[in-house]
């Protein structure tokens, strides 16, 4: 599944060719949606938005579609009156003059009003984005010492969107490597040299990751600035100690680690 750095990186993709442009057509798959669709012609694209792994795409009458790709939904850009060959699924169409965007193998898709919104229940239970600007260490930090996440193993606190949201098992394992830190720990065991690393560590993976596109669900490792240290590297030398790294399974996702510095 796609993780925070490249759903964000899609909504940029997004933002730029349909933003501000008024919409020609609108099209949804789904029947319940379908209503909606003479609403928006004629309206524009105001924002979109992540949380996470969904999708928030708010428009200019105050109508926002809710979409979560989960593993197979991807969005695609196209010059309007031009479709690609998919074997995927169309769900969403939503054309301006001159671009328009596909939505493809999505099944979370919903269009919501301010009131429902506000009262998502996925929306609701996230924690804060962990590509938000405003988040900082001491943020951080101060969610793995609550009472809700500090007896949690690190191992399954990463992968909980409720503790922060947009990551997943890639950026786990990376963010544990560049911590120090082995997935049994809990923030309550940690000391605070610990404690800043691995807050440091989970803002700064994500957002290196966002920033140089370093790795996206087709190409494993694909820039010249982000690569993985550890991910996928089961059986080579640490870079770090020159350890061997391993390949094991916990939350029933595959992890990596290096056992010689990762205590």
Request: aromatic share 8%; with cysteine.
């Amino acid at each position: 599944m796609p993780e925070g750095p490249e759903i964000r990186r899609a909504a940029d993709k997004l933002e730029k060719a349909i933003k501000g442009k008024t919409l020609t057509e609108v099209w949804f798959a789904f029947p319940q949606l379908k209503t909606y669709q003479p609403a928006l012609i004629g309206e524009r694209i105001e924002a979109v938005e992540t949380r996470g792994k969904a999708m928030l795409t708010h428009f200019s009458n105050g109508l926002t579609l809710y979409s979560h790709n989960q593993l197979y939904g991807v969005w695609r850009v196209v010059n309007t009156g031009a479709e690609p060959d998919s074997s995927r699924v169309l769900r969403v169409r939503l054309a301006a003059a001159d671009k328009t965007i596909l939505l493809y193998s999505a099944s979370e898709i919903e269009l919501l009003d301010s009131d429902m919104l506000a009262a998502h229940p996925f929306l609701l239970r996230v924690g804060p984005d962990v590509l938000d600007m405003t988040l900082t260490v001491e943020k951080v930090t101060e969610r793995l010492l609550s009472p809700r996440f500090r007896r949690r193993q690190l191992s399954a606190l990463l992968l909980d969107q409720a503790f922060l949201a947009g990551l997943g098992n890639y950026l786990r394992v990376e963010i544990l490597w560049l911590a120090g830190l082995a997935p049994q720990h809990k923030a309550q065991d940690l000391n605070h040299h610990q404690l800043q690393k691995l807050a440091r560590a989970l803002l700064d993976v994500p957002r290196l990751s966002y920033q140089t596109r370093g790795v996206s669900a087709e190409n494993k490792n694909h820039g010249a600035v982000f690569s993985f240290r550890v991910f996928h590297r089961a059986g080579e030398k640490c870079e770090r100690c020159g350890g061997v790294i391993e390949r094991t399974s916990l939350s029933s996702r595959p992890f990596y680690w290096c056992p010689c510095c990762q205590q």
